[in-house]
C-alpha cells in the first residue's frame, strides 16, 4: 500500500521559516503531480502550491513570493519551504501525489495525513 508521510512542521514566530517535507512510499511505478494543501480552522482545504514531475510549479497567490516547492524524484518527495511566515499561515498542511502504482495502469490520489504549523505572532 501507499503512504505519503508529512515532517517539518511545528511552532515558529512570525517571520521565521520552515520546511515541509513529504515522502511517499510503498508499490509506487512512477509520481506526476505532487503538492501541497492546507486547511485552517474553521476553512476550507486550500491549495498552497503543486509541482509536476517535469519541475513546472504553481502556488496560491497568498504563499507566491514567500514559498518554494520542490521535488526529489529519486526519495519519492516534496519539500515546501515557507519564509517570512504570517498568523494566517497556521494550519494543518497536507501532501497530495497523482501517482501510478506497479502493475496497474491507472493513476491514484493519495493524501498523507497532515502537519501542523503554527506561526505565533
Known amino acids: 500500500q501507499v503512504q505519503l508521510v508529512e515532517s517539518g512542521g511545528g511552532l515558529v514566530q512570525a517571520g521565521g521559516s520552515l520546511r515541509l517535507s513529504c515522502t511517499a512510499t510503498?508499490?509506487?511505478?512512477?509520481?506526476?503531480?505532487m503538492g501541497w494543501y492546507r486547511q485552517a480552522p474553521g476553512k476550507q482545504r486550500e491549495l498552497v502550491a503543486i509541482?509536476?514531475?517535469?519541475?513546472?510549479?504553481d502556488y496560491a497567490d497568498s504563499v507566491k513570493g514567500r514559498s518554494t516547492i520542490s521535488r526529489d524524484n529519486a526519495k519519492n518527495t516534496v519539500y515546501l519551504q515557507m519564509n517570512s511566515l504570517k498568523p494566517e499561515d497556521t494550519a494543518v498542511y497536507y501532501c497530495?501525489?497523482?501517482?501510478?502504482?506497479?502493475?496497474?495502469?491507472?493513476?491514484?490520489?493519495?493524501w498523507g495525513q497532515g502537519t501542523q504549523a503554527t506561526v505565533s505572532s
Open positions: 510503498g508499490s509506487i511505478s512512477s509520481i506526476k503531480n
Open positions: 497530495n501525489a497523482i501517482l501510478s502504482l506497479v502493475g496497474k495502469s491507472a493513476d491514484f490520489l493519495y
Open positions: 509541482i509536476t514531475n517535469n519541475g513546472a510549479t
